[in-house]
């Protein structure tokens, strides 16, 4: 019999049934369909247990034969003969080309000093430009090398100190070293408690106003409301006269005193000290008097280095008025 046509079989007895004997082949034609409501036992074989990457793959393979690391990324068998895992992870560095453009923020980027600036070197590797001083600018070094932060052309002014006038009858401005070959002194609205009175000064030597008679100045002065220029030499003096002999500042509320004071090379202990001024004050009280002073002043005999000057009027106090340091680079 080479054909049986029923539509079912059973055991004959007991519930168990077999198709075949082994070594038999049982094939399941094309377009034949077998469903599964029940429990299938036996039909595993070491290709059900493989994977195909796609439909038309070729060759069933274990997923970690099937899994390739690529450049930079490995993959690691845990748990090996249990409950098996695998751990792909990135190893070495990222190739420039695998970095998207504007990918690295700057919480990305390594932590450096506050101030520095980065640049390059003359291999091309990045480096940090020093920070600087306050005031100072970044300067090139030109090719090659990364520029550095430097004083800017022509001399940059550092302010050193600032001193606030309230009611003094002497006002002390110190701060005065080798650091700097040139400094300067700005007065701002000086106003004076006296009427028609005189700005004068001392030099600090060791500590203390000089106040030996070695002190010289000659003023070159202009006045509005008073037509006139004048000249005056005082020679001899204790002390430098920053003002005109005549009319000097007054005290009315709309008058004051501007000053700007040249010193220089004041470490100096090889030449006596010299100090240029360039002043405007008023006097309203005296034909609204508006004038200017311009002053060269020196202490013949003294080569001592001086730290400072003392200011102070020639009556009463200084009330009010700013009074600042700035070494010139």
């Known amino acids: 019999m080479s054909q049986i046509e029923v539509d079912k079989v059973i055991p004959q007895s007991g519930t168990a ?3 075949g004997e082994s070594g ?3 094939t399941i034609p094309a377009g034949a369909t077998i469903t599964n409501n029940g429990t299938a036992n036996g039909f595993g074989s070491a290709d059900t247990e493989k994977v195909k990457v796609s439909s038309n793959d070729t060759t069933a393979g274990f997923l970690n034969g099937k899994l390739v690391a690529g450049t930079n990324i490995s993959l690691t068998e845990g748990t090996d003969g249990g ?12 190739a420039t080309a695998q970095i998207a453009d504007d990918a690295v923020t700057l919480a990305k980027m390594a932590p450096g000093t506050d101030g520095n600036v980065i640049s390059y070197d003359a291999s091309g590797n990045p480096v ?3 920070t600087g001083s306050a005031g100072q600018v970044l300067t090139s070094a030109g090719a090659g090398a ?29 701060g005065m070293d080798s650091t700097y070959k040139h400094y300067v002194m700005i007065l701002t609205q000086l106003h004076p408690s006296n009427n028609d009175i005189h700005l004068q000064g001392r030099a600090i030597i060791s500590g203390s106003p000089y106040t030996t008679g070695n002190y010289f100045s000659i003023i070159e002065h202009s006045r ?16 430098w006269n920053f003002t005109h002999d005549g009319n000097g500042m007054g005290n009315a509320n709309s008058d004051s005193m501007s000053m700007i004071i040249d010193i220089y090379n004041p470490s ?9 001024t360039q002043a405007d004050y008023n006097h309203s009280i005296v034909n609204n008097m508006s004038s200017r ?8 005999s003294i080569s001592s280095a001086i730290t400072g000057i003392q200011f102070f009027p020639s009556g009463g106090n200084l009330d009010t008025g700013t009074i600042k340091l700035y070494g010139v680079s």
Do not use: M, R
């Open 224 to 239: 509005t409301g008073n037509a006139g220029c004048e000249y005056d030499n005082n020679e001899g003096q204790t002390y």
């Open 17 to 19: 049934l077999q198709v």
């Open 128 to 130: 940090a430009v020093a």
């Open 293 to 300: 002073s311009y002053s060269h002043n020196a202490i013949h």
């Open 146 to 174: 990364p520029p550095t932060f430097a004083d800017a052309g022509g001399g940059a002014w550092n302010l050193i100190s600032t001193t606030t006038i309230s009611s003094d009858a002497t006002v002390t401005v110190s």
């Open 268 to 276: 100096d202990t090889t030449f006596e000290k010299f100090v240029k």
């Open 83 to 94: 409950n098996e895992t695998l751990t792909a992870a990135l190893t070495g560095t990222i």
């Open 24 to 26: 038999d082949t049982i």
